[in-house]
């Protein structure tokens, strides 16, 4: 009697932990696939380097890294960061000939790759992003994967094109339809607007807006107007880390401007593609995207095609925190697990 009633006790308190939040959830990391352009701006920065904060939290994998821009140091760029946060291994894919190629103007990735890459590369000494994407999302299990674009939709739009090869019997578009959860996007505005990352190479982006077969998440451009990032990890990181320098450099000389933070256009896209949007923002959906030929979108919210949108529920202050927070993590460090 006295063993059950022990028993008893200790499954009701084992209940009122879990309901009280104390009970630990076990959930696998998120299997992620990184697209950037990497160089028109610099808080592609801030996203990879929260991406790699986030990995090493425990809260995702990243399975690949690509470049959607056609610059030739957009590739080396990645690999610098790769290497830096310890991931040497993680694939790099790289874009056609049809991609935009876009620098800074301050050339900031020519002078990355030069400081901190042992071996001068180009995009010529990577794969392409379509061979990667087709062997990467062949292992993986079925609808599993999360693609977070922040970039130009070009290697998407090949990847939907793609044919059978050696990696899977399926097209690109099945391919995808069976590998992948969800993809996150940092594109166009809402409720409409004429984003970059989408008229740069708006036939790429009508496209594969209408026809991607898995549920779209944008982030718009409205979303990390007014979320400013950056100072932090500049004048607090360790210095001459690429991160830290990165950052200096380019709040210091941007446009012939001196800035003190940057938009955080990327950085939010990625936040929302390994944790839950919804714990930051309001997901507004479900409707339909449309993309018109010029690369300028509008939301139809009458149609459901599996899209949604984020809308601000915080002071922007909050979400800047958060990210400037995430960016200071070093390879080496403990890491914060609070959220």
Request: hydrophobic share 35%; glycine share 6%; with cysteine.
């Amino acid at each position: 009697m006295k063993n059950n009633l022990i028993l008893l006790l200790t499954i009701s308190l084992l209940f009122l932990l879990h309901k009280a939040g104390f009970a630990q959830k076990h959930t696998e990391p998120v299997k992620i696939i990184f697209d950037s352009d990497m160089g028109p701006d610099f808080d592609d920065v801030g996203a990879i380097t929260i991406l790699h904060t986030l990995a090493a939290m425990g809260e995702c994998e990243i399975l690949a890294t690509m470049a959607s821009d056609g610059y030739p140091y957009i590739g080396p760029t990645l690999e610098v960061f790769n290497r830096y946060f310890q991931k040497p291994n993680i694939p790099i894919g790289v874009p056609g000939a049809d991609a935009p190629a876009f620098s800074c103007p301050n050339h900031w990735n020519d002078s990355l790759v030069v400081k901190y890459l042992p071996k001068q590369k180009t995009n010529k000494d990577y794969p392409s992003a379509t061979e990667v994407y087709r062997k990467v999302l062949a292992a993986q299990k079925d609808h599993s994967v999360v693609i977070v674009t922040v970039g130009f939709l070009t290697n998407l739009s090949a990847l939907l094109h793609s044919k059978p090869d050696q990696f899977s019997p399926l097209g690109g578009k099945e391919l995808v339809a069976l590998k992948v959860k969800k993809w996150v996007t940092m594109a166009g505005g809402f409720p409409e607007g004429n984003e970059f990352n989408l008229n740069q190479h708006a036939s790429a982006s009508v496209y594969v807006i209408q026809n991607w077969p898995t549920p779209i998440l944008f982030s718009g451009v409205e979303i990390g107007n007014k979320i400013m990032t950056g100072n932090k990890v500049s004048t607090l990181g360790t210095k001459g880390s690429p991160v830290q320098w990165a950052y200096h450099y380019c709040l210091s000389n941007y446009e012939n401007k001196q800035l003190l933070n940057r938009n955080s256009w990327d950085p939010t896209a990625v936040l929302c593609a390994v944790r839950n949007p919804e714990d930051y923002f309001y997901v507004m959906g479900n409707g339909t995207v449309i993309c018109n030929p010029d690369g300028s979108n509008t939301w139809n919210p009458e149609k459901n095609s599996n899209h949604s949108f984020l809308a601000h529920k915080y002071p922007y202050q909050k979400i800047a925190g958060i990210l400037d927070d995430l960016m200071l993590y070093e390879p080496n460090s403990p890491v914060n697990k609070t959220k």
